[in-house]
Nanobody, 127 residues
Framework: QVQLVESGGGLVQAGGSLRLSCAVS????????MGWFRQAPGKEREFVAG????????AYADSVKGRFTISRDDAKNTVYLQMHSLKPDDTAIYYC????????????????????WGQGTQVTVSS
């Protein structure tokens, strides 16, 4: 049984940083694409960042480009999201997700493309 567990969320002031982690158990993710999504109150879940297996490529939502960095450590079966220069608009529940059918060369952006999901971790950015 594949499980994804996020950690690292919390309350931070605008301009601050957080690093989210997503630990995966039940299967190695070395050949899976991984992604981070977020959902703010009253809004749909949206793509934040993705990384292909072998870390061949990454993709980011325009709203986080230059501020967020996704990375993976396959030896630890863990994916990270480093977030800098946080803004109040970044406040949301952040979800880690796995794409078991991913390409090695591009990351997919749709919620529907991801098979496994974590429970989410709350990120709150105060102004």
């Amino acid at each position: 049984q594949v499980q994804l567990v996020e950690s690292g969320g919390g309350l931070v002031q605008a301009g601050g940083s957080l690093r989210l982690s997503c630990a995966v158990s039940g299967r190695t993710v070395s050949t899976w694409g991984m992604g981070w999504f977020r959902q703010a109150p009253g809004k749909e879940r949206e793509f934040v960042a993705g990384i292909t297996w072998s870390a061949y490529a990454t993709a980011y939502a325009d709203s986080v480009k230059g501020r967020f960095t996704i990375s993976r450590d396959d030896a630890k079966n863990t994916v990270y999201l480093q977030m800098h220069s946080l803004k109040p608009d970044d406040t949301a529940i952040y979800y880690c997700a796995a794409d078991s059918y991913s390409s090695s060369h591009f990351t997919r952006l749709s919620v529907d493309d991801y098979d496994y999901w974590g429970q989410g971790t709350q990120v709150t950015v105060s102004s």
